[in-house]
């Protein structure tokens, strides 16, 4: 454990929105390591764990925020909606539970004259179809889901608050994020690997829509939460970052290396085959990516550690 990232984290209170999600279990369990005082919040209860304290609060109302705002050091923000048909589906449900948490967080840092530290979860789909990879930082986003929009519009919000004084904001742009959690997501287009894994452990055999030929950069659970505790503890101008591996892999080679890997442990053998996009899927489904992690790397002096192979190794065994 990096003894300077564990001293930052001393005495402090720190807050976990989304706690019980798949990200955001994992990242209590890491800082639970930690010498310091963390806050879950959820609408319904959660299940009690040692050594942290679960707070039931609406986020879209302005006194849940009040009340974290003011005990709050560090504010880990990943509830919220997280699927892209959800929000197709349900654009002002989506809409409230991504805007309004961020709104009601700034009234209250505004009122309470504090500038608490702040890491909000966004998503590097906001960047939209590129052709020039890896993409950077640098890239405007083009948003072509309701979802990327609101993942935008949210961080386009942080960042004037940032530049206003009202609290200290960094936006972490996720990539494809897998590997075993306390909790699973329950986003139908969340959780892709996971999916694939037990799929191939009970013998199914796996779908590559569009034949699997498009890239994705594909990014082990602890690395992101390396990158979320990394972020909140950093001295960095930077407010929007890229969680990547730097590394693009064509889908159908992941399925087959799941594949290859639970036939090695289990003797259990499954078939990818080649499948047409369904006819609703959303444009976004279809891009490649990459992601550039070099300011992630160069300003915070996070690395990956665990690469594609390792990682879904782990990912078998876990579900073994």
């Given at each position: 454990?990096?003894?300077?990232?564990?001293?930052?984290f001393?005495?402090?209170?720190v807050?976990?929105?989304?706690?019980?999600?798949?990200?955001?279990?994992a990242?209590?369990?890491?800082?639970?390591?930690?010498?310091c005082?963390i806050?879950?919040t959820?609408?319904?209860?959660?299940?009690?764990?040692?050594?942290?304290?679960?707070?039931?609060?609406?986020?879209?109302?302005?006194?849940?925020?009040?009340?974290?705002?003011?005990?709050?050091?560090?504010?880990?923000?990943?509830?919220?909606?997280?699927?892209?048909?959800?929000?197709e589906?349900?654009?002002?449900?989506?809409?409230?539970?991504?805007?309004?948490p961020?709104?009601?967080?700034?009234?209250?840092?505004?009122?309470?004259?504090?500038?608490?530290?702040?890491?909000y979860?966004?998503?590097a789909?906001?960047?939209g179809?590129?052709?020039?990879?890896?993409?950077?930082?640098?890239?405007?986003?083009?948003?072509?889901?309701?979802?990327?929009?609101?993942?935008?519009?949210?961080?386009?919000?942080?960042?004037?608050?940032n530049?206003?004084?009202?609290?200290?904001f960094?936006?972490?742009?996720?990539?494809?994020?897998y590997?075993?959690?306390l909790r699973?997501?329950?986003?139908?287009?969340?959780?892709?690997?996971s999916?694939?894994?037990?799929?191939c452990?009970?013998?199914?055999?796996?779908?590559?829509?569009?034949?699997?030929?498009?890239?994705?950069?594909?990014?082990y659970?602890?690395?992101?939460?390396?990158?979320f505790?990394?972020?909140?503890?950093?001295?960095?101008?930077?407010m929007?970052?890229?969680?990547?591996?730097?590394?693009?892999?064509?889908v159908?080679?992941?399925?087959?290396?799941?594949?290859?890997?639970?036939?090695?442990?289990?003797?259990?053998?499954?078939?990818?085959?080649?499948?047409?996009?369904?006819?609703k899927i959303?444009?976004?489904?279809?891009?490649?990516?990459?992601?550039?992690?070099?300011?992630?790397?160069s300003?915070?002096g996070?690395?990956?550690?665990?690469?594609?192979?390792t990682?879904?190794?782990r990912?078998?065994?876990?579900y073994?």
């Open positions: 454990m990096n003894s300077s990232l564990k001293n930052s001393e005495g402090k209170t807050i976990v929105t989304g706690a019980s999600g798949y990200i955001g279990s990242l209590v369990d890491k800082l639970k390591k930690f010498n005082h806050i879950r959820s609408r319904t209860n959660l299940t009690p764990t040692d050594g942290v304290q679960d707070k039931i609060l609406d986020l879209t109302k302005e006194e849940s925020w009040i009340d974290i705002v003011s005990c709050a050091d560090f504010i880990f923000h990943l509830a919220g909606n997280t699927s892209i048909p959800f929000a589906k349900n654009v002002d449900k989506s809409l409230q539970s991504t805007l309004l961020i709104a009601n967080l700034i009234y209250a840092s505004k009122k309470l004259k504090t500038s608490p530290k702040v890491i979860a966004s998503t789909t906001v960047y179809i590129i052709d020039i990879q890896p993409v950077s930082e640098e890239v405007i986003p083009r948003p072509i889901s309701i979802y990327d929009l609101h993942k935008l519009y949210a961080e386009q919000h942080l960042t004037m608050a530049n206003q004084g009202l609290l200290s960094k936006s972490l742009r996720l990539a494809n994020v590997g075993p959690s699973e997501s329950h986003s139908e287009d969340r959780g892709i690997l999916r694939i894994t037990k799929a452990m009970q013998g199914h055999s796996i779908s590559a829509y569009g034949g699997g030929n498009y890239l994705r950069d594909y990014i659970i602890d690395d992101v939460v390396d990158a505790l990394c972020s909140c503890v950093a001295d960095s101008p930077h929007i970052l890229n969680v990547a591996s730097g590394i693009g892999t064509k159908k080679a992941v399925f087959e290396m799941i594949a290859g890997e639970v036939k090695k442990n289990s003797g259990i053998s499954s078939i990818i085959t080649d499948t047409n996009w369904p006819d959303n444009i976004i489904e279809t891009r490649n990516f990459i992601g550039s992690n070099e300011k992630l790397k300003m915070l996070w690395k990956v550690n665990v690469p594609l192979k990682g879904i190794q990912l078998v065994q876990h073994s």
